[in-house]
Each structure stands twice: as C-alpha cells, then as structure tokens.
C-alpha cells in the first residue's frame, strides 16, 4: 500500500524559507512521478511543482518558479521542497502525491498534508 506522509510546514515570515520532507513507502520512485500540490483556504487546488520518476526532469507552477525547488532521494524514499522567498500569498496546506503526469500535474495519491504559514 503506498503511504506519503509529508512534513516541514510551520509559520515563517515572509522572505523566509522552510524545507518540507515527504516520506514515501509502498511505492517505486521510477514508477511515477512525484510532487507537490497545494490549497489555501477559498482557492482551488494548484499544483506547485513535480518531478518526473523516469528522467527526473523537473516542473514548476509559475507563481513559484525561481524560488522553489523539489527533489527526490530514492535512497531514502523521500521527496523534498525547498521554498525560498517565500511570500503571504505562499500560505496553504501543502500535499505531497504521486502524479500520473508532471505537465499538466495529474495527483492520483497523496497523504495528509502540512501547513505552511507566511506572515507579511
């Protein structure tokens, strides 16, 4: 059974940065791809960035391209988001999830998510 269990979030002031950690079990990192979503209160869900399993290319959302990055340590079957600069408008509860598709980012899985809160 694939379990993600994402993790990191917290209240930073805007400018700041924060680095959520997905765990990941039941799952192959080349089978799909992996990323991150997002929702913030009243808001659609927007996918913020992806990586692909098979080359490991790379996608953003760009509200955050140049401030965020993702990446994936199979060793330890975790997915990373590095966000940097963050700003107010960044606040939601981010989810980490398994995509069928990177672009456009298709989630099909994901686990509870992890609150991330920027101050202005």
């Known amino acids: 059974e694939v379990q993600l269990q994402a993790s990191g979030g917290g209240l930073v002031q805007g400018g700041g940065s924060l680095r959520l950690s997905c765990a990941v079990s039941g799952f192959t990192f080349g089978d799909y791809a992996q990323g991150w979503f997002r929702q913030a209160p009243g808001k659609e869900r927007e996918g913020v960035s992806c990586?692909?399993?098979?080359?490991?290319?790379?996608y953003y959302a760009d509200s955050v391209k140049g401030r965020f990055t993702i990446s994936s340590d199979s060793a330890k079957n975790t997915v990373y988001l590095q966000m940097d600069s963050l700003k107010p408008e960044d606040t939601a509860v981010y989810y980490c999830?398994?995509?069928?598709?990177?672009?456009?980012?298709?989630?099909?899985?994901w686990g509870q998510g992890t609150l991330v809160t920027v101050s202005s």
């Open positions: 999830g398994l995509a069928v598709s990177c672009d456009p980012s298709i989630f099909f899985r």
């Open positions: 990586i692909n399993g098979t080359n490991g290319n790379t």
